[in-house]
């Protein structure tokens, strides 16, 4: 548990920083000299330079353990966090951006694994996504208007500065107070046996299911560039101010869907099926701002993806029967980064001629006819969980 508090603690310190950037990445950029198309290559260089990243995080965290990876993700992204305050170039503020995606890449499946490795126990390794799902999400509800309210009163340098500060001091904390665990073999039985349970095989997860993460993870990459933009991506105060207030209310949505654990106790499919479907809708309504307010718009986004993202790392856990949780999630990385990169790129270059909020409504509903047929009950029967011994 002590274990799992600190990773809990890092993660906040981690995604607060990331989300904190959101509402004011743009307008730096813009204040920069950036145009629109470039700022979209810059949001998706960033998420394209996780790939290598993902790619070194799984076979190193399956071998060496995650410790080391996190502490080099957090203080590495801190020290870029600090170069980023000088910047005078759109072209330095991208090569920055393509080194901060490439060490923050670690930290995802490091945090991850190591997570999963606390249980043994499927329903308890749910929780404990649950709880990283919470952590991202408590960070994601405070920051972006953190970040939007820091520019506004004491401007981007000093702002970027103290997120990159925060950064480095977490990772010190956490070389000291991390230790790896071995990762244990899952158990899918809720009923105690006197028996000792078989060891499963490391399955082999089918490729479609990582066009879930990919999917969402594409659509999100779309929103996260739409939103600047719906004030006309100016630097000034007010827009950024209610950038921010956007991303909050679209954490928001999801923190609450994230506190409804017994959630946990139902499919890991149909939860993220069920999630994809709701995000779908919800880009539509957003493609017509006119028939649904955009914050309604956003809280029910919000909503649907806190039950989406727990739903998804429940699912390759299952799938891979616990084993190689480090390669599972990176490879879970990788996808989610081929998304973030074609997202805003897409986004950037149909912004003036089709609303990409539609074309985030059409990817998503397409991906509801690519995973495999289920095999089991979409809803099974909730299981008591035995007290721990």
């Given at each position: 548990?002590?274990?799992?508090?600190?990773?809990?603690?890092?993660m906040?310190?981690?995604?607060?920083?990331?989300?904190?950037?959101?509402?004011?990445?743009?307008?730096?950029?813009?204040?920069?000299?950036?145009a629109?198309?470039?700022?979209?290559?810059?949001?998706?260089?960033?998420?394209?330079t996780?790939?290598?990243?993902?790619?070194?995080?799984?076979?190193g965290?399956?071998?060496?353990g995650?410790?080391?990876?996190?502490?080099?993700?957090?203080?590495?992204?801190?020290?870029?966090?600090?170069?980023?305050?000088?910047?005078?170039?759109?072209?330095?503020?991208?090569?920055?951006?393509?080194?901060?995606?490439?060490?923050?890449?670690?930290?995802s499946?490091?945090?991850?694994?190591?997570?999963?490795?606390?249980?043994?126990?499927?329903?308890?390794?749910?929780?404990?996504?649950?709880?990283?799902?919470?952590?991202?999400?408590?960070?994601?509800?405070?920051?972006?208007?953190?970040?939007?309210?820091?520019?506004?009163?004491?401007?981007?340098?000093?702002?970027?500065?103290?997120?990159?500060?925060?950064?480095?001091?977490?990772?010190?904390?956490?070389?000291?107070?991390?230790?790896?665990?071995?990762?244990?073999?899952?158990?899918?039985?809720?009923?105690?046996s006197?028996?000792?349970?078989?060891?499963?095989?490391?399955?082999?997860?089918?490729?479609?299911?990582?066009?879930?993460?990919l999917?969402?993870s594409?659509?999100?990459?779309?929103?996260?560039?739409?939103?600047?933009?719906?004030?006309?991506?100016?630097?000034g105060?007010?827009?950024i101010?209610?950038?921010?207030?956007?991303?909050?209310?679209?954490?928001?949505?999801?923190?609450?869907?994230?506190?409804?654990?017994?959630?946990?106790?139902?499919?890991?499919?149909?939860?993220?099926?069920?999630?994809?479907?709701?995000?779908?809708?919800?880009?539509?309504?957003?493609?017509?701002?006119?028939?649904?307010?955009?914050?309604?718009?956003?809280?029910?986004?919000?909503?649907c993806?806190?039950?989406?993202?727990?739903?998804?790392?429940?699912?390759?856990?299952e799938?891979?029967?616990?084993?190689?949780?480090?390669?599972?999630?990176?490879?879970?990385?990788?996808?989610?980064?081929?998304?973030?990169?074609?997202?805003?790129?897409?986004?950037?270059?149909?912004?003036?001629?089709?609303?990409?909020?539609?074309?985030?409504?059409?990817?998503?509903?397409?991906?509801?006819?690519?995973?495999?047929?289920?095999?089991?009950?979409?809803?099974?029967?909730?299981?008591?969980?035995?007290?721990?011994?």
């Amino acid at each position: 548990m002590k274990t799992a508090i600190w990773l809990y603690f890092f993660m906040f310190i981690a995604f607060f920083d990331l989300h904190a950037q959101y509402p004011i990445l743009t307008p730096y950029a813009i204040s920069l000299g950036a145009a629109p198309a470039f700022i979209g290559w810059m949001m998706g260089v960033y998420a394209l330079t996780h790939l290598p990243g993902n790619l070194l995080a799984g076979r190193g965290v399956d071998k060496h353990g995650s410790r080391r990876y996190l502490v080099f993700s957090l203080i590495t992204a801190g020290i870029i966090l600090l170069l980023q305050a000088y910047v005078s170039t759109p072209w330095q503020l991208l090569v920055l951006r393509s080194l901060s995606g490439f060490v923050l890449a670690f930290l995802s499946p490091a945090c991850l694994a190591l997570l999963a490795s606390l249980s043994s126990n499927s329903f308890r390794q749910g929780k404990l996504m649950a709880g990283h799902g919470v952590m991202h999400t408590l960070a994601s509800v405070l920051s972006p208007a953190a970040g939007a309210f820091l520019v506004a009163k004491a401007g981007f340098a000093l702002t970027f500065q103290s997120l990159g500060i925060v950064l480095i001091g977490a990772g010190v904390i956490a070389l000291f107070t991390i230790r790896n665990q071995s990762i244990p073999v899952l158990d899918q039985n809720t009923v105690p046996s006197s028996k000792p349970a078989a060891i499963p095989m490391a399955a082999k997860i089918p490729l479609r299911y990582f066009t879930l993460p990919l999917a969402v993870s594409l659509a999100q990459g779309i929103l996260f560039f739409e939103l600047p933009m719906h004030d006309g991506g100016t630097g000034g105060a007010g827009a950024i101010m209610h950038t921010g207030l956007y991303f909050s209310i679209l954490s928001l949505g999801a923190l609450v869907t994230l506190c409804m654990l017994f959630l946990n106790r139902y499919s890991p499919k149909a939860r993220a099926l069920l999630g994809v479907l709701g995000m779908a809708l919800c880009f539509f309504s957003l493609a017509k701002p006119a028939a649904v307010p955009m914050e309604v718009s956003l809280f029910a986004l919000g909503m649907c993806k806190g039950i989406v993202y727990p739903a998804i790392s429940s699912l390759f856990i299952e799938l891979s029967g616990g084993k190689r949780l480090g390669t599972v999630f990176s490879y879970q990385s990788i996808a989610m980064s081929l998304g973030s990169f074609i997202g805003p790129i897409l986004a950037g270059q149909l912004h003036l001629s089709l609303s990409p909020y539609f074309l985030a409504f059409i990817l998503l509903m397409l991906q509801l006819l690519t995973l495999p047929p289920r095999k089991k009950p979409l809803f099974p029967a909730a299981t008591e969980i035995p007290p721990a011994a």
